[in-house]
């Protein structure tokens, strides 16, 4: 029985994995295909073709990206791009959910932002039960004045799919910092805690040390 189960748990380590990226991709793949739509039916890709290829929707994507950016980026563009912020400023409802999206788009990519770049420690949900979170901004002037005292927002990821989550705002000295990485943390959530990053980085690092060992 340890004979079986030692090949079957080395399968899965290998099969596993492959399965769900594999899947995952293809999630992405098929999504990103959607743009196909956008074409006119005569010169769509399956028509032209005769068959459906997989992956040509990304293409396309990617392309999309670059031209607008390309468009946005000189001052015909922008000009493009601030008529039409200003017409969906008017319509009230639009209006928030745009402009929320839009700050937390450029607050995630640009090179100075703190938004998803640090891991720490917080009391979820309840006192004395702790819990990875991203912190999100530290820049909370109206909640502060209402509260009386310095909070910082964090966003508590579920797991294994750390896509939904909540916003919580803590109060910054319940909050504790964590020499974890960003990549580390999002494993640890994914592998609901089975894998301890510290573990693989102690592994990693005992077998550096004995293969610079000298052989005798």
């Given at each position: 029985?340890?004979?079986?189960?030692?090949?079957?748990?080395?399968g899965?380590?290998?099969?596993?994995?492959?399965?769900?990226?594999?899947?995952?991709?293809?999630?992405l793949?098929?999504?990103?295909?959607?743009?196909?739509?956008?074409?006119?039916?005569?010169y769509?890709?399956?028509?032209?073709?005769?068959?459906h290829?997989?992956?040509?929707?990304?293409?396309?994507?990617?392309?999309?990206?670059?031209?607008?950016?390309?468009?946005?980026?000189?001052?015909?563009?922008?000009?493009?791009v601030?008529?039409?912020?200003?017409?969906?400023?008017?319509?009230?409802?639009?209006?928030?959910?745009?402009?929320?999206?839009?700050?937390?788009?450029?607050?995630?990519?640009?090179?100075?932002?703190?938004?998803?770049?640090?891991?720490?420690?917080?009391?979820?949900?309840?006192?004395?039960?702790?819990?990875?979170?991203?912190?999100?901004?530290?820049?909370?002037?109206?909640v502060?004045q209402?509260?009386?005292?310095?909070?910082?927002?964090?966003?508590?990821?579920?797991?294994?799919?750390?896509?939904?989550?909540?916003?919580?705002?803590?109060p910054?000295?319940?909050?504790?910092?964590?020499?974890?990485?960003?990549?580390?943390?999002?494993?640890?959530?994914?592998?609901?805690?089975?894998?301890?990053?510290?573990?693989?980085?102690?592994?990693?690092?005992?077998?550096?040390?004995?293969?610079?060992?000298?052989?005798?």
């Amino acid at each position: 029985m340890n004979f079986l189960r030692r090949y079957l748990v080395a399968g899965l380590l290998v099969w596993l994995p492959l399965v769900a990226t594999f899947f995952v991709i293809r999630l992405l793949v098929n999504w990103m295909d959607q743009s196909l739509l956008l074409l006119p039916e005569t010169y769509h890709p399956d028509n032209l073709l005769g068959f459906h290829l997989p992956g040509l929707g990304v293409v396309l994507s990617l392309l999309i990206l670059l031209l607008t950016g390309l468009v946005a980026a000189n001052l015909f563009g922008r000009k493009l791009v601030s008529l039409w912020e200003h017409l969906l400023s008017r319509i009230p409802l639009v209006r928030s959910v745009y402009s929320a999206v839009k700050q937390m788009v450029e607050t995630m990519f640009s090179d100075n932002g703190k938004s998803f770049r640090k891991v720490v420690l917080v009391e979820f949900p309840r006192r004395g039960m702790w819990t990875l979170a991203f912190l999100t901004s530290d820049e909370q002037g109206p909640v502060q004045q209402a509260t009386g005292q310095e909070v910082i927002s964090v966003y508590v990821p579920t797991t294994p799919n750390p896509t939904g989550g909540y916003f919580v705002l803590v109060p910054k000295d319940d909050v504790r910092e964590i020499d974890l990485s960003v990549d580390d943390g999002l494993k640890l959530l994914l592998s609901m805690g089975a894998v301890n990053p510290i573990e693989k980085e102690a592994i990693a690092s005992v077998d550096g040390l004995a293969e610079a060992e000298p052989k005798p």
